[in-house]
């Protein structure tokens, strides 16, 4: 098993992402000369890989319209996936941003409303983000440029320098560190958040998470089989806002244990979830 690779930002020679052949020279000789003259290659860059924002909602009418009005241009999709409102989310949603993909989950919890949304997506990124308000969308283009510059998967951290939480409380915290330090000693990793949902990665190594959870353990679940496939891991700073409006459905105690039995099932060695035998 791999460990995941953490930098800094600019402390890694990327890898080179242009598949294009190098242009030939001319054979010896020859006093044939090109149609057109040789130009550098930065005139003739890769094709702008596309992005997916995938936003789970459920009764977020009020926060929807302050989500929206931050998403950076650098998004060529965004797919609110619902999770059966009883308020006007899906309206407001279409209100604000008439291009959006409506799609509705087909179970409840937060976990299958990311994978409801991660199946709908078409971009080459994916990113995800809550729609309450507590996560800054324009934060994202942090989270792509690691994608462009050869990481497999992204994700906040709200404890390293430049992040911060003005919403977490003192037992979410001490929980966070207890299941961070967990992880961290199963997979020989560093990372220094686990609880945190704002993530971004290639959908081409969607099928490498294997998500099968419904909860907010999910968040969880796609580091813990990140780091057990070996894909390479980054982290950028994050800040976490309070709640615009409304009640939070996370329940610290209970999806703690969810969270924890999740490591513990997925834990190196142990058979994956959802592979058992017929």
């Not at 924890?260 to 592979?275: D, F, K, S, V, W």
């Amino acid at each position: 098993m791999n460990a995941s690779h953490l930098t800094e930002p600019g402390a890694f020679d990327p890898p080179s992402r242009n598949g294009a052949a190098a242009p030939q020279p001319a054979a010896r000789g020859s006093t044939d000369r090109p149609a057109h003259p040789l130009r550098r290659a930065e005139d003739h860059p890769p094709p702008r890989a596309t992005v997916s924002l995938v936003v789970p909602a459920r009764n977020e009418a009020r926060n929807i319209p302050w989500v929206f009005e931050q998403i950076p241009d650098c998004v060529d999709e965004v797919i609110l996936v619902d999770g059966d409102s009883s308020d006007a989310t899906v309206h407001m949603a279409r209100h604000c941003l008439p291009t959006v993909r409506h799609v509705q989950q087909s179970g409840p919890g937060k976990g299958n409303a990311l994978r409801t949304g991660f199946l709908a997506a078409g971009g080459d990124y994916i990113v995800m983000i809550d729609a309450d308000g507590s996560m800054l969308p324009e934060e994202i283009p942090h989270y792509l440029h690691f994608l462009d510059n050869g990481y497999d998967f992204v994700k906040g951290s709200r404890f390293i320098a430049g992040g911060g939480s003005l919403d977490i409380t003192r037992i979410r915290r001490w929980g966070n560190l207890a299941l961070l330090t967990t992880v961290n000693h199963l997979y020989h990793a560093s990372l220094t958040d686990l609880c945190y949902g704002y993530c971004a990665f290639r959908r081409s190594f969607l099928d490498d998470l294997d998500l099968h959870s419904t909860g907010f353990e999910i968040e969880t679940e796609m580091i813990a089989h990140a780091l057990r496939s070996g894909l390479r891991i980054a982290e950028v700073p994050s800040l976490e806002l309070p709640r615009r409006s409304g009640r939070s459905n996370l329940h610290a105690v209970s999806d703690g244990r969810r969270v924890l039995r999740t490591l513990l099932a997925e834990r190196p060695g142990a058979q994956p979830a959802g592979t058992g035998s017929s």
